[in-house]
């Protein structure tokens, strides 16, 4: 068990990861969080060629700016972080540092799926609320309070929040594995197998509800929102497990 896992050297690499993933990466990190002071500086500048009044951005713009901000930096981050373990040089260090493969993959799955995007999400909220208050506008029109109260695109997500989150952190993990298993092009590679797997699962889903499609009123009403929500839950459940154990086998076969 002690050569699997190990509290105290684990700690010590989970810091020494993380120290190296702050010095490589916190300036781009930084860029992603402080967009909506980017995007305010530039708005500000079209105002004053312009000559009209200055607005902050309303809460449709900056839930498009989120949203897009979240989609790449899901896509970039894993490849940014942990992309040269396939490196022959920088690889071959990585594979003699004194940790086990588990502990390997603890520390680079929490480091991008959890440490760094919360430093982002924290990041990009503060900068949102900041450029808010600057722009003359009530605390409530804040991007963080906008999210906190459950609503985005003008749609309640109390009932899809955890649903998301998953799906997020799932996304992660495709993207993380990417990193790991290609060794040229990882986000290019990724997304192209992310569009053929999301091709399969649309003829999957086709079929699915081809059959719904002759079933009777009654045995319809009997599926109920909850049934689909839970249906979806554990498949994204189901994906993450798959993503942590297919991260772990490639990481223990790595070759160079």
């Known amino acids: ?14 810091l020494s990861d993380l120290t190296r993933l702050y010095s490589d990466n916190w300036l781009k990190v930084l860029c992603f969080g402080l967009i909506p002071v980017f995007a ?21 713009a900056r839930d498009t ?26 690889g071959g260090n990585f594979m003699l540092v004194p940790a086990s493969t588990f502990e390997k993959t603890a520390s680079m799955i929490i480091n991008t799926a959890v440490v760094i995007p919360a430093a982002f999400i924290a990041i990009y909220m503060t900068s949102d609320f900041l450029c808010a208050i600057a722009s003359g ?51 290019s590679k ?25 079933m009777s009123d009654e045995e319809f009403e009997m599926i109920t929102e909850t049934d689909f929500r839970t249906v979806s839950t554990v498949l994204a459940i189901f994906q993450i497990i798959v993503f942590y154990i297919l991260i772990y086998f490639r990481i223990r076969k790595i070759q160079y």
């Open 137 to 187: 506008e009530e605390m409530q029109e804040s991007l963080a309070v906008y999210i906190s109260e459950g609503t985005l695109f003008g749609i309640e997500m109390q009932d899809i929040t955890g649903q998301m989150l998953l799906s997020v952190h799932a996304g992660m993990l495709f993207f993380l594995l990417g990193a790991v298993f290609f060794r040229k092009g990882k986000i």
């Open 1 to 14: 068990m002690n050569d699997i896992f190990n509290l105290r050297r684990f700690g010590k690499y989970f």
């Open 40 to 60: 305010t500086v530039l708005s500000l500048m079209f105002s004053l060629i312009g000559n009209y009044d200055y607005s902050y951005a309303d809460i449709w």
């Open 65 to 90: 700016f989120w949203s897009i901000s979240v989609v790449i930096f899901v896509i970039w981050l894993p490849a940014a972080c942990f992309g040269y373990v396939t490196d022959k040089r920088a």
């Open 190 to 214: 990724s997304i192209l197998v992310f569009f053929g797997l999301s091709v399969i699962l649309l003829f999957a889903l086709a079929f699915v509800l081809k059959d719904m499609a002759v």
